[in-house]
Structures are given as structure tokens and as C-alpha cells.
């Protein structure tokens, strides 16, 4: 049993929330995100940073791509430093520790191509989602520098025996729904086929595979396909747990019986204005999720914010890590 984090915490001391991260989630310390320091540091611009071949630059209206290499932004080209910056940061915080030395595990987080499609806009206006080549042509870039970008940190913690990628989708159910607006705010874009999206997860999955990573694909969003994220090759599926329907417990328990992940958001995101949970709490609220299902802890279950930590303050924020691992430690 071990806990993690989601990816987004509040703030801008990208060092600091290295240490607080490396500190508090020993078992499991993931590569922080801090969107507080803008467009080029959220989710979508931390993603376009890792496109091979595909270039952007930010609009008044976010993110819009802009051609093949050689077209980037001035934004495009400081989300792509800021990100090596950023790994710089953490190289350094883990020297002589097992990221390093051998044995350790550590976790990075990147949008997947659905949240991506449904977030950037293509050239000549309107998001990716309204053109079949586009959505091909951004999944395939995503693939291919979620590649390189898993060498670039196994470069540089070599000692990270265990390395999990999460993919983010977010945006995913509504993308199947036809639930994404058009430009224009009137209408909706076209609900997306079941085997392309598929496909594009699966190039993105795969290209996490075949480097030796293991894929997660997490989202907060209720109404997220479970069974299809595994059929595309997630080995991790990262929930939150009050979004679940009935047959989404169905789908996480095959999965822990198969042997796969299930990362379990059982924490509020942000600090509750009822009664505040406790490990204590929270380790009661796990034991009887596991016993509904028929299963014990043994499985692989990591413990997690039910999202990211963005909107909180940092006082909320370490609270919730710390109780993660102290129930983690209990459930073990």
C-alpha cells in the first residue's frame, strides 16, 4: 500500500514543493505541477512541452498549434524550459537518495491526448476535436515525445527502478458525450468513436510501455469508460472515489485481481468545510471500499488526493499528504 500524488500542487517554489513531495510521499514521490505560475506550467502547457514535431503558441483564447518544428511560440519555447528547469530542480533534491543509488520509484504526469484534443486549438481555428487528422497528428506527436521525455527523467534518476506515467484525462468523458463547446459557444463538438479514441490512448500507452514505464490514465471526471483505459493498455487507473458509478467499482476490482493499480482519490482537494478527515478516517473509509468489493489490501491500491491539490493552500495540502501516508501505513 503506498500513497502519491494526484500532480498539481498550490503555490510557486517549484524547490520547495520538491522537497515537501520527496519528503512526505517516500514510497512514491511524484514530479510536482504548479499551474499558479501560468499557462505555461498548467496541465495543457506542461503536455505541449513533450510534443515531437508539433509546435504552439498562446492566444488571448489558451493554447493553438501552429505547425511542425520550427514554429513554436515564445510561450511554447518557455513552457519547454521551464520543464527542464523544473527537472534540473529535482535531479538535484534527490541526489544520494534511491532515485538515484537504485531501488526507487517516482511518478510524472502528462494530459493525454483527448484532454489535449479538447483544450488546444488547431491552426485555423477551433479546438483539435473538429478535425479527424489533427486528433491523429497530436496523439501520435504525444507519443512520440512522451518517449523522449521518459529517457530525459530515467537520465536523470537513475536509480528509479519503478517508473509510472499518468496520463490525464480529464476532459475524456465529455469528449465521448459530446459535451466539449464549439468555438463559438452554441454548440457542441461531435462525440468521438470509441476505437479511435482508443487508438490514440493506445499509441500513447504504448509508446509508456515500450520504454519501460509503467501507464496509469487518471481523471476525476465521473462518467470516465474504466474498461476502455484498460482495453487501450493502462496498467494504473487513478479515480476519484466519490465520482464512481456501480459498474466502475466492477471494473477497478478486475483490475486489482488482474494485477493492475488502482490509484484511490479518498481525500478532499481542498480543505472541507464540514468535518475534516483523519487517517483514521480515511483508512476506515478504504476498508470498507475493499470490503464491499470482497477484497482485501493486499492488492496493488495507492491512496491519493480526489485530484489534484491546485486550489488549495499549502497548510491544506500537506495535510492531506500526510494522512495519505499515514493510512497507506496502516492499510499495510
Given at each position: 500500500?503506498?500513497?502519491t500524488?494526484v500532480?498539481?500542487?498550490?503555490?510557486e517554489?517549484?524547490?520547495?514543493?520538491?522537497?515537501?513531495?520527496l519528503g512526505?510521499?517516500?514510497d512514491?514521490p511524484?514530479?510536482?505541477?504548479?499551474?499558479?505560475r501560468?499557462?505555461?506550467a498548467?496541465?495543457?502547457g506542461?503536455?505541449?512541452a513533450?510534443?515531437d514535431g508539433?509546435d504552439?503558441d498562446?492566444?488571448?483564447?489558451?493554447w493553438?498549434l501552429t505547425?511542425?518544428?520550427?514554429s513554436?511560440?515564445?510561450?511554447h519555447?518557455?513552457?519547454?524550459s521551464l520543464?527542464?528547469?523544473d527537472?534540473?530542480t529535482v535531479?538535484?533534491l534527490v541526489?544520494?537518495?534511491?532515485?538515484?543509488?537504485?531501488?526507487?520509484?517516482f511518478k510524472?504526469q502528462?494530459a493525454g491526448?483527448?484532454?489535449l484534443?479538447?483544450?488546444?486549438?488547431?491552426?485555423?481555428?477551433?479546438?483539435?476535436?473538429?478535425?479527424h487528422?489533427?486528433?491523429?497528428?497530436?496523439?501520435q506527436?504525444?507519443?512520440?515525445g512522451?518517449?523522449t521525455?521518459v529517457?530525459?527523467?530515467?537520465?536523470?534518476?537513475?536509480?528509479?527502478d519503478t517508473?509510472?506515467?499518468?496520463?490525464d484525462?480529464?476532459?475524456?468523458?465529455?469528449?465521448?458525450n459530446?459535451?466539449v463547446?464549439?468555438?463559438s459557444g452554441?454548440?457542441?463538438?461531435r462525440?468521438?468513436?470509441?476505437?479511435e479514441a482508443?487508438?490514440?490512448l493506445?499509441?500513447?500507452l504504448?509508446?509508456?510501455?515500450?520504454?519501460?514505464?509503467?501507464p496509469w490514465?487518471?481523471?476525476?471526471?465521473?462518467?470516465t469508460?474504466l474498461?476502455l483505459?484498460r482495453?487501450?493498455g493502462a496498467k494504473?487507473?487513478?479515480?476519484d472515489?466519490?465520482?464512481?458509478?456501480a459498474?466502475?467499482h466492477?471494473?477497478?476490482?478486475?483490475?486489482l485481481?488482474?494485477?493492475?493499480t488502482?490509484?484511490?482519490?479518498v481525500v478532499?482537494?481542498?480543505?472541507?468545510?464540514?468535518?475534516?478527515?483523519t487517517d483514521?478516517t480515511v483508512t476506515?473509509?478504504?476498508?470498507?471500499w475493499?470490503?464491499?468489493?470482497g477484497?482485501d489490501?493486499?492488492y496493488?491500491l495507492?491512496l491519493?488526493p480526489a485530484?489534484g491539490?491546485?486550489?488549495?493552500?499549502?497548510?491544506?495540502a500537506r495535510?492531506?499528504?500526510r494522512?495519505?501516508?499515514?493510512?497507506?501505513?496502516h492499510?499495510?
Amino acid at each position: 500500500m503506498r500513497a502519491t500524488g494526484v500532480g498539481s500542487l498550490p503555490g510557486e517554489d517549484y524547490a520547495e514543493a520538491c522537497r515537501i513531495v520527496l519528503g512526505e510521499l517516500q514510497d512514491l514521490p511524484h514530479l510536482p505541477e504548479l499551474p499558479a505560475r501560468g499557462a505555461i506550467a498548467n496541465m495543457t502547457g506542461r503536455a505541449l512541452a513533450v510534443l515531437d514535431g508539433l509546435d504552439a503558441d498562446l492566444q488571448p483564447a489558451g493554447w493553438r498549434l501552429t505547425g511542425t518544428s520550427g514554429s513554436a511560440g515564445v510561450d511554447h519555447r518557455r513552457a519547454r524550459s521551464l520543464l527542464a528547469q523544473d527537472l534540473d530542480t529535482v535531479e538535484e533534491l534527490v541526489q544520494d537518495s534511491p532515485l538515484t543509488s537504485g531501488g526507487g520509484a517516482f511518478k510524472i504526469q502528462v494530459a493525454g491526448p483527448w484532454t489535449l484534443a479538447a483544450t488546444v486549438e488547431r491552426p485555423r481555428g477551433d479546438k483539435l476535436l473538429a478535425d479527424h487528422g489533427a486528433r491523429r497528428d497530436l496523439a501520435q506527436a504525444l507519443a512520440e515525445g512522451v518517449r523522449t521525455h521518459v529517457r530525459d527523467v530515467r537520465r536523470r534518476l537513475p536509480g528509479a527502478d519503478t517508473l509510472v506515467v499518468q496520463v490525464d484525462e480529464p476532459a475524456l468523458s465529455a469528449v465521448l458525450n459530446a459535451q466539449v463547446p464549439t468555438a463559438s459557444g452554441f454548440g457542441k463538438h461531435r462525440s468521438i468513436d470509441l476505437p479511435e479514441a482508443s487508438q490514440s490512448l493506445e499509441w500513447v500507452l504504448g509508446a509508456i510501455a515500450d520504454e519501460g514505464a509503467i501507464p496509469w490514465v487518471h481523471s476525476c471526471a465521473p462518467g470516465t469508460p474504466l474498461g476502455l483505459l484498460r482495453k487501450a493498455g493502462a496498467k494504473g487507473i487513478s479515480v476519484d472515489l466519490t465520482q464512481l458509478a456501480a459498474a466502475d467499482h466492477d471494473d477497478l476490482a478486475t483490475a486489482l485481481e488482474a494485477g493492475d493499480t488502482v490509484a484511490l482519490g479518498v481525500v478532499p482537494s481542498v480543505d472541507p468545510a464540514g468535518t475534516t478527515p483523519t487517517d483514521k478516517t480515511v483508512t476506515e473509509t478504504v476498508e470498507r471500499w475493499l470490503d464491499m468489493l470482497g477484497l482485501d489490501a493486499a492488492y496493488d491500491l495507492v491512496l491519493t488526493p480526489a485530484c489534484g491539490l491546485a486550489g488549495a493552500d499549502w497548510r491544506w495540502a500537506r495535510t492531506v499528504l500526510r494522512i495519505l501516508t499515514e493510512s497507506a501505513r496502516h492499510l499495510a
